[in-house]
């Protein structure tokens, strides 16, 4: 059975980072749990430099802005930045369930 990556854009997966990396970009990818690896992502997207992941709740950081803004983002994660990916063939997310709330959907932690 073959699974490609690209079968799963527009699907939840699970995705984890190599140490470090949310830490690092943490301002860029807004996680709910900047201590975590593991996170429920939505796919958007796959390419050769990595994947695209939705993320909407991305918020400005702009300081003049306040409230900050709020938009609906996708984020590329380059391919050397992640340690693994899970898909989830076979399984439907049901509304009440985590991670499948669209309010969380972004970088919610695993964990």
């Not at 802005?65 to 996708?74: E, M, N, Q």
């Amino acid at each position: 059975m073959t699974h490609a990556i690209t079968n799963y854009v527009g699907k939840i997966v699970l995705v984890k980072f190599i140490p470090g990396y949310v830490e690092s970009a943490q301002t860029l990818i807004q996680p709910n749990d900047p201590d975590c690896s593991e996170f429920y992502v939505r796919l958007a997207g796959v390419e050769n430099a990595g994947i695209w992941v939705d993320n909407k709740q991305w918020q400005t950081q702009d300081f003049f802005s306040t409230p900050p803004d709020i938009y609906h983002a996708a984020v590329l994660i380059p391919w050397h930045q992640i340690e693994s990916l899970v898909a989830f063939p076979e399984r439907e997310f049901s509304h009440n369930e985590e991670p499948y709330r669209e309010k969380d959907i972004g970088f919610l932690a695993a964990k």
